[in-house]
């Protein structure tokens, strides 16, 4: 058996043919592999190697570190369908990119293996990384601590849920604070729309989803230790109110890509920012929410039949009012006409079916919270503009803008009132 000198980082290394070759095949796995790549175990490598650099050193790294995410994966998903052995023979990952409309505080990439077991095994993963849209959001990311919220929901809350809320939700087959591994559902699902907006039936299957959600955990006796106090400073609630607030301060409403009516909304918002707060997670029921219900973090099943709801992305989850995910659903993810058709008795529908799960709302009393929750999104869509200008702002967050402002108008939120000892 030959032997061939290899030069490494510290000098020349002597290898057997069998080790040379590996090296050769881990060399060209690293080049069309390196920049994308993105190691599934919980801790990260701390060498792979750089694009344009190739010494022994880094390579060997590579392959030491695919061979332990290979065995990861056989580990973690393999056994979860009850398959023995090491069926997953290889894998490789792409970054989602544009696909993934929910990537504002995340890295996001689908992992595509390869082995033999058909339909035993899936073809395809999702896994999740910290990461952000721009500074702006990667910072927000960082104090809302969003990958440890989303560890948490999956690990602690997921087991809580009803069976309606938990078979709308992706198989998870790890989860830790730094990374989320989980079912591809692309295969039989389509993100719903956000820039077009979603249309009454798929907004009723939300509507009963979010119902489902926020009944069980009506009334803050009943939440669970993990789930934070939306008048918490920590709360996402919070934080984007106070987000919100300081950058009026610096630099008006909307990052001043809005018109005359824009600013007056946002005098008057932030004129009564804390009362408004205040009174939505004080004095309005509270439940868990998912605080982020947009069209973008849903999913409609295909297939005869199917249609169904699917709802990701757990980053923000928070105690708040119930209406904060209603308003996410009708205000923020549907045209401002098709809101008005039916945002009527898409709020029927939400207070009907909390009314069979055991909660009375009365009507003029959700009606008063929802017009809150508008208000709510409103501190939400001037903190999405900070590090945006009017040409490079992304087509959802100016949809967004628009239909926030025109529901503010239509449901005549400027009139409430808050009396001055609220103003503290």
Request: proline share 5%.
């Amino acid at each position: 058996m030959g032997e061939k000198e290899v030069m490494g980082g510290g000098g020349a290394a002597v290898l057997r043919m069998p080790a040379a070759a590996m090296i050769v095949v881990g060399c060209l796995r690293w080049k069309s592999k390196a920049a994308t790549s993105s190691f599934l175990l919980a801790e990260p490598p701390s060498a792979a190697p750089a694009p344009g650099r190739m010494d022994l050193g880094s390579v060997q790294r590579f392959i030491e570190q695919t061979r332990k995410d290979l065995q990861f994966l056989n580990d973690a998903v393999a056994r979860a369908h009850g398959v023995d052995g090491s069926p997953i023979k290889d894998f490789d990952t792409t970054t989602l990119g544009e696909e993934s409309s929910a990537g504002y505080f995340s890295t996001t990439s689908r992992i595509h293996i390869m082995h033999n077991e058909g339909a035993r095994l899936p073809h395809s993963l999702i896994v999740k990384r910290a990461g952000g849209f721009n500074e702006s959001f990667r910072s927000m990311a960082e104090r809302a601590q969003v990958a440890e919220k989303e560890h948490k929901f999956y690990s602690l809350l997921l087991p809580r849920l009803s069976t309606e809320v938990a078979s709308s939700l992706p198989r998870v087959y790890h989860s830790s604070p730094s990374s989320l591994l989980m079912e591809d559902l692309a295969p039989r699902a389509d993100v719903a729309d956000q820039e077009e907006g979603i249309d009454s039936a798929f907004a009723e299957k939300a509507v009963r989803l979010a119902a489902g959600l926020h009944a069980p955990f009506w009334g803050s006796p009943r939440m669970p230790d993990c789930v934070v106090p939306g008048a918490d400073p920590s709360s996402w609630l919070s934080l984007i109110q106070a987000k919100s607030s300081e950058i009026y301060r610096a630099r008006g409403f909307l990052g001043g890509c809005g018109d005359e009516a824009d600013e007056a909304i946002g005098a008057y918002l932030h004129e009564h920012a804390g009362a408004i707060h205040r009174r939505a997670t004080e004095e309005v029921p509270q439940t868990l929410i998912h605080a982020d219900m947009r069209a973008g973090n849903l999913m409609r099943e295909r297939g005869e039949g199917k249609g169904g709801c699917l709802l990701l992305d757990w980053q923000t989850f928070c105690a708040g009012p119930g209406l904060y995910d209603i308003a996410s659903l009708l205000v923020c993810s549907m045209t401002v006409s098709a809101r008005r058709l039916h945002c009527l008795d898409l709020l029927r529908l939400y207070q009907r079916r909390l009314g069979e799960l055991g909660v009375d709302y009365a009507w003029d009393d959700l009606m008063l919270h929802f017009r809150l929750a508008i208000l709510q999104q409103a501190f939400l869509i001037n903190y999405a503009f900070e590090d945006v200008t009017a040409e490079d702002c992304p087509l959802l967050f100016t949809r967004a803008r628009r239909r926030i402002i025109q529901a503010i108008t239509d449901f005549n939120c400027l009139d409430l009132t808050f009396p001055k000892t609220e103003e503290r």
